[in-house]
């Protein structure tokens, strides 16, 4: 499905994006990986057969010299898939202006940042941009306010882009996922006996298909190698969840 795509992958050291990493090589792409790990990152990418390049997403100058090495690696670019974000909780009473412009900085200003950066690559042949929204940037997300907030931005500037390159065919669209990864795992273990016990009886209510955050290799990787691939470029401006029917828009 991927032969000879030339796929960038940020937040390549971890969660979804590392799933990807792992995967993408094996289905025919060129990858080159991107995180602020660079220790993982790079180790993971050689396992993986894929190449890694340092990625600061709040550092202008950085993601263009990244992405243009990224590009002179692979010979040239057909997908960005923009996985790199954070998540920090807190109710919106009592979100700190420090965490607000963490949180932007990071989910809303890296998506622009990286989105311009591949432009010039991107707009001389068509191809296609993944942004990492959420569920959270729809409905909201009580308790992760700015993450919501954060994601809401991610969602309208996709739309717009969506609307504004597609002439030059360049499909753009967000992935709404809610999969089980290493993260969660430590979420899950933060919890008391009860907690944990409310939380799985809400995500079974939460989620139609299995009850339960869905799996990377099974459920996750396959959809996005579909969406990397040129049989997707009829799609664009969508937001795509990949979540067992959490987000069900209407």
């Known amino acids: 499905m991927l032969t000879g795509r030339r796929v960038i992958i940020t937040g390549g050291a971890s969660g979804m994006g590392e799933g ?19 220790e993982a990152g790079r180790r993971l990418a050689t396992r993986a057969g894929a190449q890694f390049v340092a990625l600061d997403v709040c550092d202008v100058l950085n993601v263009e ?16 898939i923009h996985c790199a ?69 991610v969602v309208a500037w996709t739309r717009t882009l ?21 993260m969660y795992d430590q979420t899950r273990a933060q919890m008391g006996a009860e907690q944990l016990a409310e939380h799985d009886r809400q995500m079974r209510q939460a989620v139609p298909l299995g009850g339960r955050l869905g799996d990377i290799d099974e459920h996750f990787v396959p959809v996005m190698a579909f969406l990397a691939s040129t049989g997707a470029r009829f799609i664009t401006g ?3 969840p990949v979540d067992g029917g959490i987000l069900q828009m209407r």
Request: aromatic residues 8%; negative net charge; glycine residues 14%.
């Open 20 to 38: 990807l990493v792992r995967a993408f090589p094996g289905l025919g792409a060129q990858v080159v990986a991107m995180d602020n790990n660079v």
């Open 65 to 80: 010299a990244a992405v243009a090495q990224a590009v002179a690696l692979m010979g040239g670019l057909d997908v960005l």
């Open 238 to 240: 969508q937001v795509l």
């Open 85 to 153: 974000g954070i998540a920090p909780g807190g109710p919106a009473a009592s979100t700190s202006l420090a965490t607000w412009e963490q949180v932007m900085s990071v989910n809303a200003t890296g998506t622009f940042l990286l989105n311009q950066a591949v432009f010039p690559y991107l707009s001389e042949g068509g191809g296609a941009i993944l942004n990492f929204a959420s569920a959270a940037g729809v409905q909201g997300y009580p308790g992760k306010a700015a993450y919501a907030a954060s994601k809401g931005a």
């Open 162 to 182: 969506a609307q504004e390159w597609g002439s030059l065919g360049i499909s753009v669209n967000a992935i709404a996922p809610a999969i089980w990864t290493p």
